[in-house]
């Protein structure tokens, strides 16, 4: 079997939860015997490129276009032009897509005239919004029922892109051969409660690699490893996004430092100048690290007693959760999406209100105010989780079922 994932990016340029999980399936496919390869294609990148390298085995061949072209967000010929390229190169029996924004929808209109099936994973919600996740001006959800072409009052903060009269019709029409893959339950919801046929989604979870921890690259991860076990440890991986909790983080942090002023907050991920500063001045119990290597964050949350993930926006199915309980730290997470779906509430972390600071500074304490035979009993049900229900095997397992299925479709019409 031959496989051509296409992403806008890929590791080692701008690595999130979507890029993490396509490298563990690749390379697990690989493992197996399945031919995988990736066309990492992006149609506004400051650095234009046409390159191929290798990463841990894996072949990606990086295609960046750096001008933008009027109305390419929705279909830019570039990109159709490189993903048609590819196919023939490539030969493969399916093309398996990931993300839109950075690569318009040029890559599904591309595999459809190839005459090659195609399945597209969502990472979240941007067939329903221009924002990808439902999130308002005022900091509301929008119900993608009530709003059948958009609110019109998308958030503009985090990103935004291809709005146009009646996109979802729009995006429904180009995306019409694709089978849809939700590592969430909540994310098909989403999507059939907007009018999209519950026939054409699949639920694949997502799995992950157990491999050894590396020795850490960053100089703040390596201090937190020779300082291990001094005081209690919060990890918190979404930098400065307002749509990650940053400001509950910011919050809670405060009302936590008024009782327990030894329990440490670290901060990992993207932060601007204003908002480090704030966590940095205004909290003394937050260390600020900023943005470490993908590769770093396994070792940071094994470090960590407990995992902050405060999203304010529908998460579909955080990598930080799965990581985090690989290593044995429970998590947390906020209700709402896909969260609450990942996390048995007192077994493997806990279940707080979105944008609730006290709730999630209560949870905080809560947990270290547990016996430490009770706290080693969630790290052990965290790891047993994620080997029993979560594994790579089983993720695999599903996805390739998946192929079979679009295979055997393909074989019948």
Request: with cysteine; hydrophobic share 40%.
């Amino acid at each position: 079997m031959r496989i051509l994932t296409i992403t806008p990016s890929f590791p080692p340029d701008y690595t999130g939860g979507a890029e993490v999980s396509i490298y563990h399936t690749c390379r697990g496919l690989i493992d197996q015997g399945v031919h995988c390869t990736i066309l990492s294609v992006n149609m506004r990148h400051p650095q234009q490129a046409d390159e191929w390298y290798d990463l841990d085995g894996i072949h990606v061949h990086r295609v960046r276009f750096s001008t933008r072209r009027a109305g390419g967000e929705i279909f830019d010929p570039r990109v159709y032009r490189a993903v048609r390229r590819e196919i023939d190169a490539q030969q493969p029996d399916i093309v398996h897509l990931h993300n839109a924004s950075g690569a318009s929808l040029a890559p599904h209109v591309a595999a459809r005239r190839a005459g090659i099936p195609a399945v597209n994973t969502l990472h979240d919600l941007w067939l329903l919004c221009p924002n990808n996740m439902l999130l308002r001006v005022d900091g509301s959800i929008c119900d993608p029922a009530e709003h059948p072409h958009g609110c019109n009052d998308c958030t503009r903060d985090y990103e935004y892109w291809a709005a146009v009269p009646r996109r979802r019709d729009l995006f429904a029409r180009l995306t019409r051969s694709a089978l849809f893959l939700s590592p969430s339950q909540a994310l098909i919801d989403f999507h059939v409660r907007a009018g999209y046929d519950p026939a054409r989604f699949r639920l694949v979870r997502l799995g992950f690699a157990e491999t050894p921890l590396r020795e850490p690259i960053h100089p703040g991860v390596r201090r937190l490893q020779n300082g291990r076990g001094q005081q209690p440890l919060v990890v918190y991986g979404g930098g400065g996004a307002g749509v990650k909790g940053a400001y509950v983080v910011l919050d809670a942090a405060h009302r936590l430092y008024e009782r327990a002023k030894d329990v440490q907050i670290v901060v990992a991920g993207s932060l601007h100048g204003s908002m480090a500063a704030r966590f940095q001045q205004d909290a003394p119990n937050v260390q600020v690290l900023g943005r470490i290597p993908f590769t770093d964050m396994r070792i940071l949350f094994s470090l960590a007693d407990l995992t902050l993930m405060p999203s304010v926006i529908p998460e579909n199915s955080p990598v930080t959760i799965f990581e985090s309980h690989q290593v044995g730290t429970p998590v947390v997470g906020s209700d709402i999406g896909g969260i609450p779906e990942l996390i048995d509430p007192g077994r493997t972390g806990y279940i707080v209100p979105p944008g609730d600071p006290q709730a999630l500074a209560d949870a905080i304490i809560d947990h270290f105010t547990r016996p430490a035979v009770e706290r080693r009993r969630m790290r052990q049900a965290c790891v047993e989780t994620v080997r029993t229900q979560r594994s790579l095997e089983q993720h695999l397992a599903a996805l390739r079922a998946v192929y079979d299925e679009v295979l055997a479709r393909e074989g019948a019409a």
